[in-house]
């Protein structure tokens, strides 16, 4: 796919959702023809999948660090939370147009493999038996519980309320905090 092109739809998509990436639109903004958009393929569908690869990729290598890093399981656990977040914040056009980039359902349609929660399951593990995390009953639903609740949180807050002032690191951080320490203010704190 043509890089400028695909940069304008992201832009696009960005500025406006889903229903800005279409021929017209994309070419208006590219200063092209809409035959040109056509030729190169850019159309919704092309751009969703060459994000979703982008995403998985980012991923994947994203939680690579956390998971090979020396440490304690809840180090690594802590350090895999701030990817996540630097990986949303590098798809965020995506993320905050689709709650659903991860499931395997939309993943599987477009020829995407993705062992989400293979990386999350050893950090558990190695905390489990470093003893710096207690054992999780059900790691499964606990993940899906706390990358959910990292994700969909950092998008809102950077997409929704980035002119408030949350700012990547700032929210990656608020958010970590709040979710690795389990911290709560004091009173008089």
Not at 3 to 29: C, F, H, T
Not at 49 to 74: E, H, K, N
Request: aromatic content about 8%; glycine content about 8%; charged content about 25%.
């Amino acid at each position: 796919m043509d890089q400028k092109l695909l940069a304008v739809a992201v832009e696009l998509l960005d500025e406006e959702g889903w229903p800005a990436l279409n021929l017209d639109r994309i070419a208006d903004r590219a200063r092209v023809s809409r035959a040109t958009v056509w030729r190169h393929g850019v159309t919704r569908g092309s751009v969703e999948a060459v994000l979703r690869a982008q995403l998985v990729r980012d991923y994947r290598d994203s939680l690579w660090g956390p998971l090979t890093m020396d440490g304690t399981g809840q180090e690594r656990l802590t350090a895999a939370l701030r990817a996540l977040c630097d990986v949303s914040e590098r798809n965020l056009p995506l993320l905050a147009h689709t709650d659903e980039a991860f499931h395997g359902p939309a993943l599987d349609a477009m020829g995407i493999e993705l062992d989400y929660f293979g990386p999350w399951f050893r950090i558990l593990e190695a905390g489990a038996a470093d003893g710096t995390l207690d054992p999780v009953p059900d790691p499964e639903r606990y993940v899906t519980a706390l990358t959910n609740l990292v994700v969909l949180s950092y998008v809102h807050l950077r997409a929704l309320h980035g002119d408030y002032g949350w700012q990547p690191e700032e929210t990656r951080e608020y958010l970590v905090k709040l979710v690795a320490e389990g911290y709560l203010p004091r009173d008089g704190a």
